[in-house]
């Protein structure tokens, strides 16, 4: 059955074939089957959609998400103030932890990254501004979800993704809610399966300190 949701088809099953390719590359039978749009639509929209640069075509010939696309997810990124108030702290982390720092706030079911300092290691972790991600995977989803341990951080060990670990903290308004999540993620090898033990206090730190610069707290 082909996607309505907004009760304008078009851009529903547009929407829709742009979704299908949010984790990763699909050929032309993949999208179909993934937005159960016949063969002759699915290649109709996809191809428009490469016109716009919302789509592209990568080395094997499958539709990946285009530089159009890249563009408006860190522009929306951007529109959301606490990533400004949370530049100085984020940088801080980098710097003290030496891993890759994002800041994500929740975004409906998903979690999208506002802001993204990547590790100056050469095996790092890159997550996009603008990447949305799924909110049941990884300790920063699950402190959007309003998970938080008693030392006041969560960790991820290979959850969302294999042979990556996370410490995620929450940002919290006057009223203790969560708001944004802060984390620092890199490879298991350099974060351990414990990494709270070393990571948790600062990320802590940091969550506090953009709490501080947006006045929330």
């Given at each position: 059955m082909e996607p309505t949701i907004?009760?304008?088809g078009v851009i529903d099953?547009?929407?829709?074939?742009?979704?299908a390719v949010e984790h990763g590359p699909r050929s032309l039978a993949g999208l179909v089957e993934a937005t159960g749009l016949t063969r002759a639509t699915a290649h109709r929209l996809a191809s428009a959609l490469e016109i716009h640069g919302l789509l592209r075509r990568?080395?094997?010939?499958?539709?990946?998400?285009?530089?159009?696309?890249?563009?408006?997810?860190?522009?929306a990124a951007r529109g959301w103030p606490i990533a400004d108030a949370g530049a100085v702290a984020l940088a801080a982390l980098r710097e003290?932890?030496?891993?890759?720092a994002q800041l994500y706030v929740r975004d409906g079911s998903r979690r999208v990254c506002v802001a993204s300092l990547e590790s100056p290691h050469g095996l790092r972790t890159i997550v996009a501004t603008g990447a949305s991600l799924p909110l049941d995977r990884g300790s920063?989803?699950?402190?959007?979800?309003?998970?938080t341990g008693p030392e006041g951080w969560v960790v991820s060990v290979g959850e969302r993704e294999a042979?990556?670990?996370?410490v995620s903290?929450?940002?919290?308004?006057?009223?203790?809610?969560?708001?944004a999540a802060v984390s620092v993620s890199g490879p298991i090898e350099r974060l351990s399966r414990e990494p709270g033990l070393t990571f948790?206090?600062?990320?802590?730190?940091a969550a506090r300190a953009i709490t501080r610069a947006a006045d929330l707290g």
């Open positions: 907004s009760g304008v099953k547009a929407v829709g074939v742009l979704s990568d080395r094997e010939g499958r539709f990946a998400l285009g530089t159009r696309a890249l563009a408006l997810g860190q522009a003290k932890t030496g891993e890759s920063g989803g699950r402190v959007l979800q309003g998970e042979g990556v670990a996370s903290a929450p940002v919290l308004d006057r009223d203790g809610n969560v708001i948790g206090p600062p990320v802590v730190e």
